[in-house]
C-alpha cells in the first residue's frame, strides 16, 4: 500500500519567516503535486512535478522533487497571513491513481 | 477552462433516502475520480474511470454506486447511507495516465450529511 507522509502536521510560523514542508512517499513515481485547501473549500492546484530534480515556484512557494529519495518538498519564503491554508502533497504512483500525504496546517502568525 | 461542476453543494438525507451526487467536466479529461474527505482529514480515493470504465474501486461499501454515463459526466449514487459517511465528496478529473500530466482539477464538492 502507497504510504504518503507529510511533515509537519502542524506549523504556526511568524510572518517573514522562512519554512520547509516534506511530503515523503513509500513508492516509485516521478509525478507529484501540490495542493492548497482553504477551510471549508476544495483543492487547488499549485505545482506539478513531472520529473526528478524538478523545482517550480509561484510566488512565496518553492516545490521541489527527489525521486530517488522520494521526498518532495515546499519551502514558503517570507511568510504571508494569506498562505494560512491546509497544503496537500499527492503521488500518482501507477497512473491515475492519487494518493495524498496527511496535509500540513499552515497558520501564519503576524 | 479548467472547471469541474459539482451539484449539489450541499445535501441532507436520511438513512433511508436514494440520492445521487453528480459531477461534470469539459476539459477534455477521460479520467475521473471520487474521493471522500472527512474533516481535517486528507482525500481518500474510492473510486477511478478510465475512458468511462471503472478502474479502481478502493474497497467502497456497495451503499456507494458510481456510473460514467459518458466522458464529460460523472455520478454516485447513494443508498442506506450511515451517519458516519457523512463528509465533503469530492470530483476530480485528469488525463489518462499516458499523458506525462495527470493533474487533477477538483470541483467544489457536496457537504453531504446523513441523518
Known amino acids: 500500500e502507497l504510504k504518503v507522509e507529510q511533515n509537519p502536521l502542524f506549523l504556526s510560523m511568524q510572518e517573514g519567516k522562512n519554512y520547509t514542508i516534506y511530503c515523503n512517499y513509500s513508492t516509485t513515481s516521478d509525478r507529484l503535486y501540490w495542493y492548497r485547501q482553504d477551510p471549508g473549500k476544495s483543492l487547488e492546484s499549485l505545482f506539478v512535478?513531472?520529473?526528478?530534480?524538478a523545482v517550480k515556484q509561484e510566488g512565496r512557494l518553492m516545490a521541489s522533487l527527489d525521486t530517488k529519495a522520494r521526498l518532495s518538498t515546499l519551502h514558503i519564503t517570507a511568510a504571508v497571513h494569506d498562505l494560512s491554508a491546509t497544503y496537500f502533497c499527492a503521488v500518482d504512483a501507477t497512473g491515475n491513481q492519487f494518493y495524498f500525504g496527511t496535509g500540513t496546517s499552515l497558520t501564519v502568525i503576524p | 477552462d479548467t472547471e469541474v461542476t459539482q451539484t449539489p453543494k450541499h445535501l441532507v438525507m436520511g438513512m433511508t433516502n436514494k440520492k445521487s451526487l453528480k459531477c461534470e467536466q469539459h476539459m477534455g479529461h477521460r479520467a475521473m475520480y471520487w474521493y471522500k474527505q472527512k474533516a481535517k482529514k486528507p482525500p481518500e480515493l474510492m473510486f477511478v474511470y478510465s475512458y468511462e470504465k471503472l478502474s479502481i474501486n478502493e474497497s467502497v461499501p456497495s451503499r456507494f454506486s458510481p456510473e460514467c454515463p459518458n466522458s464529460s459526466l460523472l455520478n454516485l449514487h447513494l443508498h442506506a447511507l450511515q451517519p458516519e459517511d457523512s463528509a465533503l465528496y469530492l470530483c476530480?478529473?485528469?488525463?489518462?495516465?499516458?499523458?506525462?500530466?495527470?493533474?487533477?482539477?477538483f470541483g467544489q464538492g457536496t457537504r453531504l450529511t446523513v441523518v
Open positions: 476530480a478529473s485528469s488525463h489518462f495516465f499516458k499523458r506525462r500530466n495527470t493533474e487533477a482539477f
Open positions: 512535478l513531472l520529473s526528478n530534480g
